[in-house]
């Protein structure tokens, strides 16, 4: 089975659009918006539980293009 593309029935979303932004225009389902909506919840937990236990977080420079481990009570 191969598959066709054409112009008329691809989209292509814009670099770091939002859940919000990819659903309102019909780029992902509702349901793949709930899932952004836990995957994110779920990390933001994960964050916190690594505060508290007072462990390294390990984090990406953007800007940089490297990764790092930030570790608790650094600024």
């Known amino acids: 089975m191969s598959l066709v593309f054409s112009k008329k029935n ?7 659009a939002s ?13 793949d918006a709930e899932m ?3 995957a994110a919840a779920a990390v933001e937990a ?9 462990k390294p977080i ?6 940089n293009n490297k990764a790092y481990l930030e570790y608790p009570g650094e600024e």
């Open 46 to 54: 994960a964050i916190k539980k690594l505060e508290v236990r007072k």
């Open 10 to 16: 691809v989209k292509i979303a814009r670099k770091n």
């Open 58 to 63: 390990a984090r990406f420079d953007v800007l």
């Open 19 to 31: 859940s919000e932004y990819l659903l309102k225009n019909g780029f992902i389902s509702e349901n």
């Open 36 to 38: 952004d909506k836990r």
